[in-house]
């Protein structure tokens, strides 16, 4: 009887945090079109890949635009062009076997004022680009292809020896230590100088900016106080810089992509949410060479006087190979982000499945996330982080590359501080990572109120939890091969784990160091099947974990 019980209140446990997650899903209005067509080559648009097409596209956007609204259509063809500003009420149509091919001539690309990494910022433009549009789309089953490979720099040791050799007898610059390659001697000079060049301040005037010019990659869609838009069917690959990034916009519906990035690419992000609200982001497939399906809002200062969280995001149903992060919340997050349902998506090679990173400084508050039925496999660093320390790092350390763990000290709390709360994490299957699950607060604000339940996780190493409150794992089954320790908790509080299983033999089940450590419940929970059930480590008291 006593089994019954346990199991019905389980089930009832799940259809309660099932109920809530799909009673507060909120409403994403798609845009609608009128019917009408115009052709680009009506315009003149010859699809030879060799022929410059943007005045011809951009005479038919706005053609279509000042009757009404309608499809411009992108017929089969390989069309060379340059960047493309998307207008009210259009939806630019690319049939199967079109390819938009953006110039690799960066002489097409004018320096405007843009965001970065959640600063303003000069940039050169982006090859697609829509700025206080409503009602807009970019569909069909054709290609759009940034030519992103002339913009970017590459290190050595992401690219075999073939490929260095032959990148390197492309032309560019290679840094002294040979490690980099750029593409030119003005984007290498700019790398190396104070951090964010492309800033927009005081003392920078038009020749400074055109004197890094190659330094300052486009986004390659960028979608700018925006509403109702629909991105569907196509594949968006080779960005210069980030791939897709919906700014401050509103009512947004992604469907059916494919976004296709190098695994090289630094800052080839998938696409990147920032500041907008009514988010739908689904059956879409990322393989990049950064973060995947990213939310951000805005960087320090900025994004915290912007003032407008990403929020009311629905993503489901999405699949993300190669990338830094699978799903990402941050860093530049100083707006805050919340109210993000996050469902049936797998991470095949991601650096980390589900990554939450932000440091000091920025401040904003991460809060009310829903995320389930996330399944994984062979993830080369966490399954699953909480970051407070993020570095601006690639998550896996390049071979020989050394790195410090960073300084712990109590900073004050202020606006700076930012904050990671109310997360609710179930049915997660990871069949191989480095670690389980790592969560890594400050000591003046740790990451808490957090529930994991319903997981497998197969990992070289377990838990690892610091600077934690509020944090409840239900129903984990660790398959770990270091299990000394298990489950690792360094100066955290209010600490729940009911139902932990782990690997017959294992060397030290729970180790908890630190004199900051309170109220930790252990229930349902075999410990005789370790050789040491816990261990207490510098200072810890052993009044404070109750079994």
Known sequence: MKKIIIILSFLSTGLLAFSQFNAKLPVIIAPKF??????????????????????????????CNKKGGGVVLVPAGLWLTGPIVLKSNVNLHLATGATLLFTADKSQYPLVKANWEGLPQMRNQSPISATNATNIAITGKGIVDGNGDGWRSVKSDKLTAGQWKKLVASGGVVSDDKKTWYPSEAFMKASKGPANPGEIKPGRDAAYFESIKDFLRPNMVLITECKYILLEGVTFQNSAAWCLHPLMSEHLTVRNIFVKNPWYAQNGDGIDVESCSNVLIENSVFDVGDDALCMKSGRDAEGRKRAMPTQNVIIRGCT???????????????????????????????????????TRGRGGVVENIFIKDIYMKDIP??????????????????????????????????ETTPVFKNFHISNVYCNGAAKGIF???????????IVLENMVLQADKGIDIQEASGISFKNIQIISADTKPVIDILNSDNLSFDKITYKDGSEVLFRVSGDRNKNISIK???????????????????KEVKW
């Open 524 to 542: 349902n929970t075999n410990g005789a099947n370790a050789k040491e059930k816990i261990l207490f480590e510098f200072g810890a008291n052993v």
């Open 320 to 358: 993300v190979y190669a990338s830094h992060g699978g799903f990402v919340i941050g860093s530049e997050m100083s707006g805050g982000a919340r109210n993000m349902y996050i469902s049936n998506c797998t991470f095949i090679g991601t650096d980390i499945g589900l990554r939450f990173k932000t």
């Open 34 to 63: 009128k019917k009408d067509t115009i052709n680009i080559k009506k315009f003149g648009a010859l699809p030879d890949g060799n022929t410059l097409n943007t005045k011809a596209i951009n005479n038919a956007i706005d053609a």
């Open 439 to 449: 969560i890594r607060g400050l000591p003046e604000m740790h990451v808490k109120d």
């Open 381 to 414: 660093a966490e399954a699953i982080l909480f970051d407070m320390y993020y570095m601006a790092k690639d998550p896996v350390p390049l071979l020989g590359e050394k790195r410090e763990l960073p300084k712990v000290e109590v900073k004050p709390v202020d």
